[in-house]
């Protein structure tokens, strides 16, 4: 399983992803909509992401992926703080991926997410932490297949702050 996108782009659970029962799924644009509840600051925000633990894949896999950590910063746009994209909780761009157990309240996020790519074939994860308009601190476990019989799983930790304004 090729962890190192997943992980660089991801945003804690202790427990692994459940399958809920199929009423409990939400679409994209449902979580959206729960999303739109929060108004992010536009400007210029500073994020970083740190693989706090990872286990299985293929060999020397985990222990490269173990204590990486990037810090980026970017610009969000007006329209972007408006509407918080859903991607950063299934981390990751492409793939189809459905919602269950989201819960967004008092500042606290729980969202329990399945996603299936070409690549890494279906990746369980659940996220949970502080997220506000200026700051947010979420921990995800990834659980998946890193071929037939070969579990893996990785711990990620992300953070972001607002900064100010763009330049």
Same mark, same amino acid.
């Given at each position: 399983?090729r962890?190192?996108?997943?992980?660089?782009?991801?945003?804690s659970?202790c427990?692994?992803?459940?399958t809920?029962p199929?009423?409990a799924?939400?679409?994209?644009?449902?979580?959206?909509?729960?999303?739109?509840?929060?108004r992010?600051?536009? #400007?210029?925000?500073?994020r =970083?992401i740190?693989v706090?633990?990872?286990?299985?894949? =293929?060999? #020397?896999t985990?222990?490269?992926?173990r204590g990486q950590?990037?810090?980026?910063?970017? /610009?969000t746009?007006?329209?972007q703080?408006?509407?918080?994209?859903t991607? +950063?909780?299934?981390?990751?761009?492409?793939g @189809?991926c =459905?919602?269950?157990? +989201?819960?967004l309240?008092? #500042?606290r996020?729980?969202?329990?997410?399945?996603c299936t790519?070409?690549?890494?074939g279906?990746? #369980?994860?659940?996220?949970?932490? =502080?997220?506000g308009?200026r700051?947010?601190?979420?921990?995800s476990? +990834?659980?998946?297949?890193?071929?037939?019989?070969?579990? @893996?799983?990785?711990?990620?930790?992300?953070?972001?702050r607002?900064?100010g304004? /763009?330049p």
């Amino acid at each position: 399983m090729r962890w190192a996108p997943l992980g660089l782009l991801a945003l804690s659970a202790c427990q692994p992803a459940q399958t809920p029962p199929a009423a409990a799924v939400m679409t994209e644009e449902e979580v959206a909509e729960e999303l739109a509840a929060i108004r992010i600051e536009p #400007g210029l925000w500073e994020r =970083s992401i740190e693989v706090l633990s990872a286990e299985g894949g =293929s060999a #020397g896999t985990a222990e490269e992926l173990r204590g990486q950590r990037t810090v980026q910063r970017d /610009c969000t746009t007006p329209e972007q703080a408006r509407r918080p994209d859903t991607n +950063f909780l299934a981390a990751q761009q492409q793939g @189809a991926c =459905s919602y269950r157990d +989201f819960l967004l309240e008092n #500042g606290r996020l729980r969202a329990t997410s399945v996603c299936t790519t070409a690549e890494e074939g279906e990746v #369980g994860i659940v996220t949970e932490g =502080s997220y506000g308009p200026r700051a947010y601190d979420l921990t995800s476990q +990834f659980e998946g297949s890193a071929g037939p019989g070969q579990p @893996a799983r990785v711990r990620i930790r992300t953070a972001g702050r607002h900064v100010g304004p /763009c330049p």
